[in-house]
């Protein structure tokens, strides 16, 4: 069974960095079948994709649109976790973020085992 | 980025009501669309993956269904512990894009 377990810092001033680590056991991050994703959701977006990382005999990134080249996921094999970085944090990151595996072993990739999520509050 | 338009963006229905979710991509995705559910302080569920596939353990009231443009999501009978927020996503292309969602709420 695959567990994601996340931590991170829930009040972060703004300019400054959100970061989130989250750690996974029951998979590997370097799986060649599975992505390792980051969402957020706020009232006012609903759920977003923010991002992901996968391995297929290199590293591979994606980010979502909206976070305009603030964002970077890293990859940690020796301890089997990945972690998110958000620079220049605004009110407008404020939201719960969750890390979450995605399934890629068969035709179409789909979000099956999620961190238990973290509020984050960006304010001064 | 495609986009996706789900419709309604709210409902009020009762327990054992047929309830049904529609979700339009802005471009051709086959059949990678996924359908999730949130309830409020829970992380998401996945209800049904490649359009109709049905994750294992989740109830067979829910179904999927579409291709390329236009699909559904189908409650047969709608119980207590369904009232949540329903999404619509994309994994055709990066990034995978949600719906803005549909939320179901008593009536």
């Known amino acids: 069974q695959v567990q994601l377990q996340q931590w991170g810092p829930g009040l972060v001033k703004p300019s400054q960095t959100l970061s989130l680590t989250c750690a996974v056991s029951?998979?590997?991050?370097?799986?060649?079948?599975?992505?390792w994703t980051w969402i957020r959701q706020s009232p006012s977006r609903g759920l977003e994709w923010l991002g992901r990382t996968y391995y297929r005999s290199t590293w591979y990134y994606d980010y979502g649109t909206s976070m305009k080249g603030r964002m970077t996921i890293i990859p940690d094999t020796a301890r089997n976790q990945f972690s998110l970085y958000v620079s220049s944090a605004t009110p407008e990151d404020t939201a719960v973020y969750y890390c979450v595996r995605a399934d890629c072993s068969g035709l179409v990739c789909y979000l099956d085992s999620w961190g238990q999520g973290s509020l984050v509050t960006v304010s001064s | 980025d495609i986009q996706m338009t789900q419709s309604p963006s709210s409902l009020s229905a009762s327990v054992g009501d047929r309830v049904t979710i529609s979700c339009r991509a802005s471009q051709r995705i086959g059949t990678h669309l996924n359908w999730y559910q949130h309830e409020a302080g829970k992380a998401p569920k996945l209800l049904i993956y490649g359009a109709s596939t049905l994750q294992s353990g989740v109830s067979s009231r829910f179904s999927g269904s579409g291709s390329e443009t236009d699909f559904t999501l189908t409650i047969s009978s709608l119980e207590a512990e369904d009232f949540a927020t329903f999404y619509c996503?994309?994994?055709?292309?990066?990034?995978?894009?949600f719906g803005r969602g549909t939320k179901v709420d008593i009536k």
């Open positions: 029951g998979s590997d991050v370097a799986s060649r079948t599975a992505a």
């Open positions: 996503q994309q994994s055709f292309s990066a990034p995978h894009t």
